[in-house]
T-cell receptor
């Protein structure tokens, strides 16, 4: 299906485990983003990517790793999960030809770290 | 970090009433976007305002960007249950979006 998808939609993991959240978009958008959403904080940018093999840190990058070998995929890895990383994670993509172009969000992954 | 503050945090009204949500910052933004998010889904863009003083209307929703491009408001006229959702403002600066914490709006029949 066309659009932006995330997997898994729900994940429970234990403290210290590595977990990877997947994001796939079919529009060939240049830009992709990872956010986390927590009550009282809104959406906070973790990492973003302007193109394949180009990534940069956002507001809260500590404890996360990203890669982008293909334009359509942008996985987010928690190297050693902590309870503070329990959150809802959203991936987004944008063409960003203009600075205010729309970001298209995936449905989110709800991650619980026990 | 540019901080965007939204108020109120929560708003519960009856169908047919009007409501206004505010988004304020001490920083200037190149543009400001408003998104609506429903439970279990990602945010969806409602509007982008770019010019200071700009007013945009989307059916019963009116969006205003402050003259100094530091604040914005969203006004809903004659709210309907379908307007229920989390409203997020996001300011654009340096190519990235800075989101407010959101305003949860509940419209009851």
């Amino acid at each position: 299906d066309a659009g932006i998808t995330q997997s898994p939609r729900y994940k429970i993991t234990e403290t210290g485990r590595q977990v990877t959240l997947m994001c796939h978009q079919t529009w060939s958008h240049s830009y992709m983003f990872w956010y986390r959403q927590d009550l009282g904080h809104g959406l906070r940018l973790i990492y973003y990517s302007a193109a394949a093999d180009i990534t940069d840190k956002g507001e809260v990058p500590d404890g996360y790793v990203v890669s982008r070998s293909k334009t359509e995929n942008f996985p987010l890895t928690l190297e050693s999960a902590t309870r503070s990383q329990t959150s809802v994670y959203f991936c987004a993509s944008s063409e960003w030809r203009r600075s205010f172009d729309e970001q298209y969000f995936g449905p989110g992954t709800r991650l619980t770290v026990t | 970090t540019q901080l965007l503050e939204q108020s109120p945090q929560f708003l519960s009204i009856q169908e047919g009433e009007n409501l206004t949500v505010y988004c304020n910052s001490s920083s200037v933004f190149s543009s400001l976007q408003w998104y609506r998010q429903e439970p279990g889904e990602g945010p969806v863009l409602l509007v982008t305002v770019v010019t200071g003083g700009e007013v945009k209307k989307l059916k019963r929703l009116t969006f205003q960007f402050g003259d100094a491009r530091k604040d914005s408001s969203l006004h809903i006229t004659a709210a309907q249950p379908g307007d229920t959702g989390l409203y997020l403002c996001a300011g654009e600066g340096w190519g990235k979006l800075q989101f407010g914490a959101g305003t949860q709006v509940v419209v009851t029949p």
